[in-house]
């Protein structure tokens, strides 16, 4: 039995856990303002938000619910867009209204969801972040440019949006209905008993496993191990810092401990999937799914991570990231076994991180190739690096030669050219529908560059 | 006026296929399709997906009780195959089951064997062959054999254009509810509802009165529901029929990509000749089409390419030849444009070399060339209008043409790893269906005895806001106030014989009709009131819904009016009947007056390309547009804007990869990409060009779906400029799309 609330209907049903929640919004429910485009979390038409209390506060993000278990609504109150719904349309739509945004109409309920997960953020609004939060919705009329004064409108009314009771002001300025101020009261109420002890198909976000095998997890049990988790997925202590297996990607653009080490990072990751996918996608998953292109394996190879692994009796093993993928999809993951924590140090002496990812989209697309850098160095001699790169090999690529010819050598353009040619020659990649053996080269060798242009402003 | 339906879209009220409330009882279907893109199937074995719990039946060929067969133009496209497969996708059976889920498990419990045989892929391949969906067409005018000795510059080359996936975001689907004396309700997220209609007889073998086509309206469609709607509409009929059951098929988007056709990929030659002076003196190509396995619309497809092959340009001696190639990929079809962006892109590509070569700029060659009033097309209109070089000198001198080539030429210097481009792209489209037999349609309206009006006619609703224009058409020939008027369905038994909703021309078509009947029922209501007032009727009008005689306004309203006109026993409905006047084409000479009129303009993309990484982002696309006089600006610039991004995306990032097998690869949203609101230009700026509009064109209003589509291959031209800033050896071989992985190997081309 799974409760939650869905719009201002509690909800208390038997149906199959891993049923896609899109399936039960739509043809369960009956509520047929939330559209299917793919079920594949690439286009946005399904969009919902997932309110969720954490510490007595609601938090609500957006996300895809074609891929998406209906046990993860437990607990949680699922807005979909008919929950906006008055008689009167709200001002996320009024906007849109006003600027003819919306043409045959298919993609637009996700819009308005993903915008109105916007004006739920708590952060100040900004434009920017406007825009991001819908770069997870297609649409093929290609309104674009009218959905983007829409946008402007939007984020500029929701500047006057005070940073304490945003509900209220929401309710108040029309972007919400009334019933969400009983929301967190109502999600108290909730019953649900999930305990870490079932069994079932494991799933982090499920972003992954429902794009490969939708049915087969309709038709069984899965453990949902987010609950699991605990608060705070993203702790330091003394230089080492410990990362959830659960945590997300937005959880980590969110993180001040993250954002003091990398300043740049959380921009980066504005490249990985779309906002409805960073807020479910998590780095443990990511690196399970085990695909050579995983932007957070990627990312946490350089920072020469270990994954803290327990299996069902609780023991422990600590297992370093570049040692864990074997082959093309295969890693060291024993039956029953878990990843619990990712862990990484922080240098002691200087160092500069950057990420660089190139698709042929530049938002919500898989990589081509994709490249992370940590250097650390004194006094312009590199002490010690790492580098990783995707869409190269059959697993996530650690550069372990090129990494030997480095250590102690002088950042410039000379030994920056000599180290190319190497990296070139760790790897040979294949040609698939992303790209070339030539093109995934001559990128890997550019994306090297960039590192130095990026973080040293070198001229190659 | 906003789109009519734009509340109910944003509250998730408006109803697509999948919205439709089921019928109890209601069964799902699903294809099964060809797994092998060529061969000759030995036997199939549906003995365990059919013993599967919920599994009520599995359609094939044999279960067809009238034609298996669904080709429109020309009849080579069996509903189910026959002994033979032809493409990866071509359906075999319809698995009928109580669930979705159902029908899935029972797909992967068919067997089947085949005898593969050699498949061909590449359009140059078939053309060695000689296999052909249809025999080539050549169009010509002057004669190019002699010209080239007298000619300056002679440029030739080899040009590629890629496919295009719809991705119509509402995939393909369709409900079949049966009624009584075996008549069918066929709800389709169809284009062509009479084309539904026709079919769907010829296949369960009923006469087209049996079947009642519905439709709503599409969640995008962009020409792949022209055609393509149909197998699937069909299908549940069939199975409907059979077992007297509502059926409804939604297809996933995995299949909709694999079985559908796209945009034609084309490979084609060209030759140009300039004169010293640089006036294009000739200009001859020759197109590989690649039509995929049957004929779908392609050989109204090739027609288009050869009447858009001199887009903008007036050229004296031209000859220009398709071939239809037959190949083992999905049919390919109608997606906007229709085979005219093929032929723009390859003469585009051409003054670009052309420039190239002789080292000039191109907006030099182009602009010399501009076709003007009474030129003649090489199908032997002649342009009446000279909105090419008006929309030209609109632009450059508006959006300051100079200017910008100068900024462009600064921010490149300064600049190492940036490199911005600038492209011009003039575009001339001819509006009307070039099947002059196709250019009629009908409206139905009826007004209620309480003042209320509801309008039927044959034009689908699928984003581009006809029944918002149609609604507009009304009230204002009426006098009335839109609040009063519903825009009823799309629907085969109040409209028939209806040509599908395409080639840019449903608003005029079907806002024509329904002038013409709402001019009757005005007349007819003004003649009432002039009896009833006793004057003549010149003296009577209906103003914002009063009745006046003269300047004097009565004290009857439109509702008074209407009850009264009723109880006089006078007819308040209306079937208005237009056909396009003046338009004629003889192919056999290939020659006519095809179009109503042309659409004019012309637009100045710029881009920055990241030299490092070989990406690029388009800052901005300047348009002065020919819309004659818009009876929608905000509809009408959303037209515009919409088909930009999408024909930017045509020769960027959208590209359609098979293997060797004819497996598509690009076979979802993950692997074949489209623009994103994060890579739509930065800005797009539309200028309405000044004209008095056309007398064919709805209240003066021209077509807008397809012509703007056009000025997206200016993204791929300035891109390469850009390159050709960063590279000075690059040379391009203008092949589409200009993926990042192209645009690097460029910057690094050696
Ligand atoms: C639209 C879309 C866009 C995407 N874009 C990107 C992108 O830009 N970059 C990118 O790298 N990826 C992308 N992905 C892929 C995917 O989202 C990520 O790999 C994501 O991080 C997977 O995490 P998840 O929690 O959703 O995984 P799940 O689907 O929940 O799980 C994936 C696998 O990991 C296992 N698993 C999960 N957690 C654990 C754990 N703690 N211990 C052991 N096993 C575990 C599961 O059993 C399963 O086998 C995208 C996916 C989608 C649908
Ligand atoms: S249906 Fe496309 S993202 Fe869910
Ligand atoms: S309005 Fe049609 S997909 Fe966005």
Known sequence: MIEFILNNQKIRTNEAEGMPLVDFIRYKQNLKGTKIGCREGDCGACTVLAGELIDDKISYKSITSCITPLKFAAGKHIVTVDGLNSDEIGSVQQHIHEHGATQCGFCTPGFVMSLTGFSLSTKKADYSDALSAVAGNICRCTGYKSIEKAIFDISEELKSKPEKDNIAWLIKNDYLPEYFIEIPERIKNLKNEISNKENGIVVGGGTDLYVQKADCLLENKIKTIKYISSKEKITQKDNLITLSALTTVTDIIESEIISNLFPKLAKQLLLISSEQIRNTATIGGNIVNASPIGDMSIILLALNSNLIIKNSSNIERTILLKDFHTGYKTFDLKEGELIENITFEIPNLDFKFNFEKVSKRKHLDIASVNSSILIIYKNNIIKDVHISGGGLAATPKYFEKTREFLINKEINKENILKAAEIIQAETSPISDVRGTTEYKKLLLRQLFYAHFIEIFSIDI | ?750
Not at chain 2, 216 to 222: D, I, K, P, S
Not at chain 2, 517 to 546: M, P, Q, W
Request: charged share 25%; with cysteine; hydrophobic share 35%.
């Open chain 2, 1 to 750: 006026m906003k789109n009519r339906d734009s509340k109910n879209h944003l509250q998730g009220k408006s109803i697509y296929i999948d919205d439709i409330p089921e019928i109890s009882g209601t069964l799902y279907g699903l294809v099964y399709d060809s797994p092998i893109a060529h061969a000759k199937i030995i036997n199939i074995d549906y003995s365990k997906a059919e013993e599967l719990d919920d599994i009520v039946r599995i359609l094939t060929y044999k279960d067809v009780p009238g034609e298996n067969q669904i080709g429109a133009i020309i009849q080579d496209e069996p509903l189910f195959a026959e002994g033979e497969v032809h493409f990866i996708g071509q359906p075999i059976a319809f698995i009928v089951a109580k669930s979705e889920l159902a029908a899935r498990k029972a797909k992967k419990l068919i067997e089947a064997n085949f005898e593969e045989k050699t498949i061909v892929t590449d359009p140059r391949e078939a053309h060695k062959n000689k296999s052909y969906i249809a025999p080539p067409r050549t169009f010509k005018i002057g004669e190019t054999k002699n010209i080239w000795e007298t000619c300056e510059h002679i440029i030739s080359g080899r040009v590629k254009s890629g496919g295009q996936e719809h991705l119509y975001l509402e995939t393909q689907g369709a409900y079949a509810v049966p009624a009584e004396d075996g008549n069918i309700k066929l709800y389709s997220s169809t284009q062509g509802p009479t084309a539904v209609q026709k079919i769907a007889a010829s296949v369960l073998n009923v006469k087209m009165n049996k079947i009642e086509v519905d439709v709503t309206r599409l969640g995008g469609a962009f020409g792949g529901k022209e055609d393509q709607a149909t197998p699937w509409a069909i299908m549940v009929s069939l199975a409907a029929q059979i077992l007297n059951s509502p059926v409804k098929f939604a297809l996933n988007r995995h299949d909709d990509m694999r079985m559908t056709g796209k945009r034609h990929p084309y490979d084609s030659d060209f030759k140009m000749g300039l004169s010293k002076d640089l006036k294009i003196l000739a200009y001859e190509a020759d197109y590989y089409q690649n039509a995929g396995a049957s004929a779908d619309l392609s050989p109204a497809i090739t027609e288009r390419t050869l009447f858009h092959s001199t887009n903008s340009y007036f050229v004296p001696n031209t000859r220009t030849t398709v071939y239809s190639c037959k190949t083992n990929l999905p049919p390919n079809t109608a997606f906007r444009g229709f085979g005219a962006p093929q032929g723009m892109f390859l003469i585009e590509a051409a003054i670009h070399k052309a420039a190239e070569e002789i080292g000039v700029r191109v907006e030099e060659i182009q602009k010399q060339n501009l076709i003007t009033i009474n030129d003649e097309f090489p199908y032997g209109q002649l342009a009446e209008e000279d909105g090419a070089v008006k929309s030209w000198e609109t632009a450059e001198k508006d959006f300051k043409l100079k200017e910008l080539f100068s900024e462009v030429e600064s921010y490149n210097s300064e600049n190492k790893y940036l490199k911005k481009g600038v492209a011009v792209t003039p575009v001339t489209f001819g509006i009307s269906f070039t099947n002059t037999a196709m250019n009629h349609a009908r409206a139905l309206v009826h007004i209620y005895q309480d003042g209320s009006i509801g309008i039927s006619t044959g034009a689908i609703e699928m984003g581009q806001s006809v029944n918002t224009k149609i609604m507009q058409v009304a009230a204002h020939f009426l006098s009335v106030s839109t609040s009063r008027i519903k825009i009823e369905t799309t629907n085969t038994t109040r409209v028939a014989n209806t040509s599908p909703t395409a080639a840019s021309s449903g608003a005029d078509l079907n806002g024509q009709a329904t002038q013409v009947a709402c001019i009757a029922l005005y007349k007819r209501l003004t003649g009432f009131a002039a009896k009833h007032f006793n004057v003549e009727v010149e003296k009577i009008s209906i103003k914002d819904e009063f009745i006046y005689i003269e300047d004097k306004k009565t004290d009857w309203n439109w509702e008074t009016l209407v009850e009264q006109t009723f109880l006089a026993r006078i007819a308040l409905t209306e079937n208005g009947h237009y056909t396009t006047p003046k338009i004629t084409f003889d192919k056999t000479k290939e020659k006519g007056h095809p179009f109503a009129y042309h659409v004019f303009g012309s637009a100045i993309t710029t881009c920055t390309v990241d030299c490092i990484r070989g990406t690029y982002e388009i800052d901005s696309v300047k348009v002065v547009h020919d819309f004659g006089v818009s009876m929608n600006k905000l509809i009408d610039n959303g037209q515009i804007e919409g088909a930009v991004v999408q024909g930017i995306g045509w020769v960027t990032m959208e590209e359609i990869a098979y293997d060797e097998k004819g497996r598509l690869l690009s076979n979802a949203l993950s692997t074949y990409k489209i623009p994103d609101i994060l890579f739509a230009p930065k800005s797009i700026d539309i200028i309405h060009l000044k004209t008095d509009g056309h007398k064919f064109a709805i209240m003066k209003s021209k077509a807008v779906g397809e012509p703007p589509f056009n000025y997206g291959i200016g993204a791929y031209f300035a891109i390469q400029n850009a390159i050709k800033a960063y590279n000075s050896n690059f040379k391009s071989d203008y092949n589409s799309p200009a993926t990042p992985e192209r645009v690097l190997m460029g910057l690094y081309q050696k």
